[in-house]
């Protein structure tokens, strides 16, 4: 289990018991990107295995939890990555793992998701999987997902920043991985038009980088 945290010290202590609960057998690797809170304090209270790193983007610290939990599990365990801010709900998680029986990479998408900015974000990222791999996605951006020790190994280093999902999904599917979509009912701090920006920004640069290597 790979969470992902950056200044989550009000959430992460409900998310990390739900997965403890979830994933009872499971080593929980938090990648902390640089908070400036008590958030890594607190995984290390609840028994995570903390990897800190300078705050140097989500996408960087995550390739470094990812590295982590593969030394961890080995490459023939199976792999689910979250969000530190899924609270009580990240237990719901535990859903996506069964899929790994005939896909090798799970994408949890919310049934109910928050509106935050005017959408432009989601909706350029759909259209950036479409437009690089032929396939249609509700939440080719979610931060929750299951995949196969193989996937993740192939997936590393992840893309920087907040392009890490979109390009995990567009290089899964053009390398021919099963990918999958699961609606649970999930629930996260909302985000404003500030991180809605930043998420633009960084999947233009992905799609600009994938546009370039035809299929």
């Known amino acids: 289990m790979i969470v992902t945290a950056r200044d989550e010290a009000q959430r992460i202590a409900a998310t990390l018991a739900a997965l403890r609960d979830a994933f009872p057998r499971s080593a929980i690797v938090v990648a902390d990107d640089g908070s400036r809170d008590a958030t890594a304090a607190i995984a290390q209270a609840h028994g995570a295995h903390l990897v800190s790193c300078p705050r140097a983007g989500k996408g960087q610290s995550a390739t470094r939890g990812a590295t982590r939990a593969l030394e961890l599990g080995g490459i023939e365990a199976v792999y689910v990555l979250g969000d530190a801010d899924l609270g009580h709900s990240a237990g719901r998680l535990h859903a996506l793992t069964g899929q790994l029986a005939y896909a090798d990479l799970a994408i949890a998408a919310f049934a109910t ?4 900015g005017l959408g432009l974000a989601i909706g350029f990222a759909r259209w950036a999987v479409r437009r690089t791999t032929g396939r249609t996605l509700r939440a080719p951006i979610s931060g929750q997902r299951a995949l196969t020790g193989a996937a993740l190994s192939a997936a590393l280093p992840f893309a920087p920043g907040y ?5 995990m999904t567009i290089d899964a599917l053009r390398s021919g991985l099963r990918v999958v979509e699961v609606e649970l ?4 701090r909302r985000s404003g038009y500030a991180h ?11 799609y600009l980088r994938r546009a370039k290597v035809r299929r």
């Open 113 to 116: 998701t928050p509106r935050a």
């Open 163 to 167: 392009g890490i999902e979109l390009a």
């Open 185 to 188: 009912d999930l629930e996260h």
């Open 196 to 206: 809605r920006a930043l998420q633009l920004r960084d999947f233009v640069a992905v």
